[in-house]
């Protein structure tokens, strides 16, 4: 969740997919109608300012979907916005802190009710509001209709967390919170694109860890986990936050790097030995941590894709490791 509700991306602009637009349009139109209103509208709070989401269809609606202010002008929302607690306001002919708010000196509104409309974890999201040209004395159980209503939006955008958190994990591995094979995939062809739009060499390297058998044989899974969660702690330490590393499965990890120089890769592989072994240095179950890896560096004029980089990575492991043997062989 944002830390403000200003730092919140605009739907308007990128409506999630997951969000039940036509619903909240039929909700919006009927508070409208309910309260015998010029205008009911959702308005968001994000990087625009206030920014309407919806407006009712009515004709005296002068306020239209994408018209936004700034986070500072003193509007009505602003203030549901900011305290996060619904307001009511009866005739602001009557107070002078309106004296500034457009929506009454330019628009005529003088009344006004709005709650916020909120995240699971309490973050204002925007606001449900109505507006009148007219005094109003709503009585008490419109006022609750309207906080009852708001309640449909916040269930919808729970869902919307929820469904983001579990497409999230959909694609990390539960064990190292590396992206697992789906969630390397959908990032690996987002990074290809990337280095062929800007000229740059794309390297993919296949590692496979020693020993890990061997240790959940004789000391247990459990050490076995923590070798596997070592390497994972390095892997994501020595790279940077626009490489694309993941555990593909049992003892084996990718990492794909952008690289504007060819020589990253043997620098890049010291880094996470050397981290590694840091890491266990001292575990009573694992000495001598070590791994194998393979890895295909291609230039911009290369054809490549996701597959060929992956088959011919893991082949260059695999030589890696029959070398390993030979060379640990009793």
């Known amino acids: 969740?944002?830390?403000?509700?200003?730092?919140?991306?605009?739907?308007?602009?990128?409506?999630?997919?997951?969000?039940?637009?036509?619903?909240?349009?039929r909700l919006v139109d009927l508070i409208a109608v309910i309260y015998k209103a010029p205008g009911a509208w959702l308005i968001q709070a994000n990087e625009a300012g206030m920014e309407t989401l919806l407006a009712d269809k009515g004709p005296e609606n002068p306020l239209k979907p994408g018209d936004a202010v700034p986070q500072d002008a003193n509007i009505y929302c602003r203030h549901v916005i900011t305290r996060n607690k619904a307001l009511y306001v009866k005739n602001a002919d009557h107070e002078d802190r309106w004296d500034d708010n457009p929506e009454y000196t330019e628009y005529g509104f003088k009344s006004y009710l709005g709650v916020p409309i909120q995240w699971p974890d309490g973050t204002v999201f925007g606001t449900l509001c109505t507006m009148d040209t007219e005094e109003t004395d709503l009585p008490d159980e419109y006022i609750e209709l309207m906080h009852q209503l708001k309640h449909v939006i916040d269930g919808d955008l729970s869902q919307l967390?929820?469904?983001?958190?579990?497409?999230?994990?959909?694609?990390?591995?539960?064990?190292?919170?590396l992206n697992n094979r789906r969630g390397f995939m959908d990032l690996a062809r987002k990074m290809v694109q990337l280095a062929r739009r800007n000229d740059f060499s794309i390297a993919m390297t296949f590692f496979d860890l020693n020993g890990l058998k061997n240790i959940n044989d004789t000391a247990g899974h459990q050490a076995g986990d923590r070798l596997i969660r070592a390497?994972?702690?390095?892997?994501?330490?020595?790279?940077?936050?626009?490489?694309?590393?993941?555990?593909?499965?049992?003892?084996?990890f990718v990492?794909?790097?952008?690289?504007?120089?060819?020589?990253?890769?043997?620098?890049?592989?010291?880094?996470?030995?050397?981290?590694?072994?840091?890491?266990?240095?001292?575990?009573?179950?694992?000495?001598?941590?070590?791994?194998?890896?393979?890895?295909?560096?291609?230039?911009?004029?290369?054809?490549?894709?996701?597959?060929?980089?992956?088959?011919?990575?893991?082949?260059?492991?695999?030589?890696?490791?029959?070398?390993?043997?030979?060379?640990?062989?009793?």
């Open 1 to 25: 969740m944002p830390k403000s509700p200003f730092d919140q991306p605009s739907f308007f602009q990128h409506m999630p997919p997951e969000i039940p637009l036509d619903k909240w349009q």
């Open 161 to 177: 967390v929820t469904a983001r958190k579990l497409h999230e994990l959909s694609l990390k591995d539960e064990l190292t919170q």
């Open 231 to 252: 390497f994972a702690r390095a892997l994501m330490e020595a790279t940077r936050i626009e490489d694309c590393a993941a555990r593909m499965g049992g003892d084996e």
């Open 255 to 330: 990492l794909l790097a952008l690289q504007k120089s060819l020589p990253e890769t043997d620098m890049l592989v010291n880094r996470i030995r050397r981290s590694f072994e840091s890491i266990l240095e001292g575990d009573p179950d694992i000495t001598a941590p070590s791994f194998c890896f393979g890895t295909r560096t291609c230039t911009p004029s290369e054809p490549y894709t996701i597959d060929s980089l992956l088959l011919e990575s893991d082949a260059l492991m695999f030589e890696d490791k029959k070398r390993f043997k030979e060379e640990n062989r009793e």
